[in-house]
């Protein structure tokens, strides 16, 4: 990066902290600190919840998954908009009139303090772990620039972000969340159309997305009912809408920000915008990965994209056998330029027998080169064991710093940073509102005044992010691309969560002893087929909620 890309950096970052707290500066109570005082209006409502979301995994990670994998990770997000319409209709007015601070205040009333803050238990824990995760991904950044250790950037990610929460609480959240949608948008806009102007003079958006549906990346959608594939149209319709449902219906870090809302009215329209800009927000970024991909097949492709960890198997006794591989991979790569060349010829000519040729041969290099990579994840986890050995969040990043013009760089680097930072503020609220209104009000320890709470939940954010570090320093370890991991984890507590709240509000017959046990034995259960992988992981999410469902009712049934 250059001086003109660290002065975009500086001035985007620093813009968007610092009004979020000027905005939030006379908060002195825990209502304004945790529900901005329910005044918020709608497009703050739906841009906060997109914000929220929008963290630094779907700018790095998601072009990632598309530059990989193609389109079809967009079916996850199929069953939000009608998640989005039955909790307008249901969840928004029931906390609404309560008038909560979190989601779980109402499982008390419905049931008992220990089904209460079981699920707030939950929710801590699933969202504490992905909140780590949302720190290891802009961590990388500075990892890559710099080569710092990244328990070190794990530690200034978070610290940074743990700063302006704490002072500006949930409405300076929420106006540095409008701030970082308009910058995301606009630079989403201009980083896809860097990509296409940076294709060959005689290669245009038509033709790249036909030379990738060549290689599959452009499959969209799959009928195929199929419960071991992560992706189809029912995985996303049926598990996705449940995982939607659970997400922004009782976790507390989307609860959070549509609490904030003024009034129903405003609180559904906010989340009736987030349900139907999502999807081609999302298509958009995907599509940006698939095109990067492309890019690559015409020009030099490095063999792993996380340079940090090639720098070190350069220097480890592993370095001839990278040379090696690295030499197999230029070879495969200039083969691939000639190769696609001739498929976007056969393509101009509409030579169906060249296209077909040419199209298996480019398929046979793309896997080559896959087979290759692999080979290099092998010597990364020989030659350092704490290494990370999966590069998809690396990729998009790379083609960043390598291809795009300075100052844009700067400028989409800030932009990723402040994405992270509006989630991982969202969750720090939510974790710290949690645990004060969900689990210390229930003990001998609830603070007594209104001063007091105030300082007891700036204390709970710092502990919650001190946590949420602490995983991030791990979450390398974990593998997978860091956006379906962010969804796994979630997968293996929405379902229980989202169950209970259905008992609580459709089923007035099960009382709090049944509810609890059944929530104990589903959520073990739920565990334990996600490890024998009998299905994918969206699946998860229904599975979960008809567990709580029937144990409660049969459990009902025996009156225990």
Known sequence: MTYIDWIFLGLTLGSIIFYGI???????????????????????????????????????????????DGMRFIQFYFGL???MIVLSVTFIPIFHRLKVYTAYEYLENRFDARVRIFTAILFLLSRGLATGI????????????????????????????????VIGGTKAISYTHLQQMIFVTFALFFAGYLVVKMLPDDVNTFDAIQIAGKTGRMNVIDLNFNVNERYNLWSGLIGGFFLQL?????????????????SIKESRLGLIMNGFIKIPMQ????????????????????????????????????????????????????????????????????????????????????????????????????????GDPNDVNYIFLRFIMDHLPHGFIGLLVAIIFSASMGSVASAYNS???????????KTKYKPKGQALELRYSKILTIFWGIFCIVVASFAQKLGNSMIELVNILGSWFY??????????????????????????????????????????????NPIGVLLVLSFSWILQKLKI
């Not at 007035?508 to 009998?534: G, H, N």
């Open 81 to 83: 908009p009608l998640a």
């Open 431 to 441: 974790l710290a509102a949690t645990s004060l209104v969900d689990v210390i009000y």
């Open 283 to 386: 298509f958009g970024i995907l599509l940006i990965g698939v095109l990067v991909f492309v890019f690559y097949l015409f020009n030099d492709a490095p063999l792993f994209y996380n340079q940090v960890e090639v720098n070190k198997i350069e220097k480890s006794p592993y370095a001839a056998e990278y040379k090696t591989l690295d030499v197999q991979n230029e070879a495969l790569v200039t083969e691939q330029k000639n190769t696609v060349i001739n498929l976007k010829n056969a393509f101009k000519t509409d030579n169906t027998a060249e296209i077909e040729k040419e199209s298996k041969r480019l398929n046979e290099i793309v896997k080559d080169k896959k087979v290759l990579k692999e080979k290099v994840s092998g010597l990364i986890k020989k030659s350092n064991p704490t």
């Open 22 to 68: 000027y905005k939030n500066r006379k908060d002195t109570n825990i209502d304004g600190y945790l529900l901005g005082n329910q005044s918020l209006p709608w497009y703050h409502v739906g841009f906060s919840l997109m914000a929220t979301q929008a963290s630094a995994i779907t700018f790095l990670s998601a072009p990632g998954q598309g530059f990989t």
């Open 495 to 540: 379902g229980i969560i989202l169950g209970i709240f259905i008992v609580a509000f459709y089923f007035k017959s099960i009382k709090a002893k049944p509810i609890f046990f059944a929530a104990i034995l589903a959520q073990i259960l739920i565990i334990l087929i996600w490890k024998s992988e009998i299905v994918a992981f969206l699946w998860l």
């Open 134 to 165: 949302s720190i290891y991904a802009p961590s990388i950044i500075l990892s890559t620039i710099f080569g710092w250790d990244i328990t070190i950037t794990n530690i200034i990610m978070g610290g940074i972000v743990l700063i302006y929460t």
């Open 246 to 262: 659970s997400y922004f219906g009782t976790d507390q870090s989307q609860v959070g920000r549509y609490l904030t809302g003024k």
